[in-house]
């Protein structure tokens, strides 16, 4: 599975962005697909997951309430959705599919390239 996001740039506090991020390759709709994120001189970060059909997501609690995952697998896309962005979640943020819905980095297998999302207060 190829993963390519985009919809990163620039914001001002309080903003938002949606990011996007395409899958092609393999069966896109088999897979969780996840939402991580690296602050510099940090460890990559849990943001949130999506279940193969959508039914069931998972935010981490940093995020919950602001931002919101979902998915079209007729499009074999997965999105973020993030409102009331702040200075901290400035970082870059990388799509990721794997077979296990899960928060732990260790349990995906493809990764994007990822994008840069600055929030600037």
């Known amino acids: 599975v190829q993963l390519t996001e985009s919809g990163g740039g620039l914001v001002q506090a309080g903003g938002s962005l949606r990011l996007s991020c395409a899958a092609s390759g393999r069966t896109f709709s088999g897979y969780a697909m996840g939402w991580f994120r690296q602050a510099p001189e940090k460890e990559r970060e849990f943001v949130a997951v999506i279940n193969w059909n959508g039914g069931t997501t998972l935010h981490a609690d940093s995020v919950k309430g602001r931002f919101a995952v979902s998915r079209d697998n007729a499009k074999n896309s997965v999105y973020l959705q993030m409102n009331s962005l702040k200075p901290e979640d400035t970082a870059v943020y990388y799509c990721?599919?794997?077979?296990?819905?899960?928060?732990?980095?260790?349990?995906?297998?493809?990764w994007g390239q990822g994008t840069q999302v600055t929030v600037s207060s």
């Open positions: 990721t599919a794997g077979g296990k819905f899960s928060s732990r980095v260790s349990e995906y297998d493809y």
